[in-house]
Nanobody, 114 residues
Framework: VQLQASGGGLVQAGGSLKLSCVIS????????ATWYRQAPGSQREWVAG???????NYIDSVKGRFTISRDNAANTVYLQMNRLQPEDTAVYFC?????????WGQGTQVTVSS
């Protein structure tokens, strides 16, 4: 299983970005997916989760601004990020758990300028 994240960049506060995570493997739709982020000098934190059945959850600080979704035909999970704030600056990682094992992407940098 390989995860390839993309879509990061530099954006002004109030702007938007859409992250993508392509996950290899023919059983993509059987599993949920999660986005994490890690800011400089901070621990990696969970941001949003999408269950295989479609339920979503978000960390409080991004509720109403971020949306996690998936396209099973494209084996891709997305994170739409709106009204970005400087405190959203971090490297964003996608992750998928399959059984007892967690698979991580390489991360994509999001920088929000004030």
């Amino acid at each position: 299983v390989q995860l390839q994240a993309s879509g990061g960049g530099l954006v002004q506060a109030g702007g938007s970005l859409k992250l993508s995570c392509v996950i290899s493997g023919s059983t993509f739709s059987r599993y949920g997916a999660t986005w994490y982020r890690q800011a400089p000098g901070s621990q990696r934190e969970w941001v949003a989760g999408l269950a295989a059945g479609g339920a979503t959850n978000y960390i409080d600080s991004v509720k109403g601004r971020f949306t996690i979704s998936r396209d099973n035909a494209a084996n891709t999970v997305y994170l739409q990020m709106n009204r970005l704030q400087p405190e959203d600056t971090a490297v964003y990682f996608c992750m998928q758990e399959r059984g007892a094992r967690a698979y991580w992407g390489q991360g994509t940098q999001v920088t929000v300028s004030s």
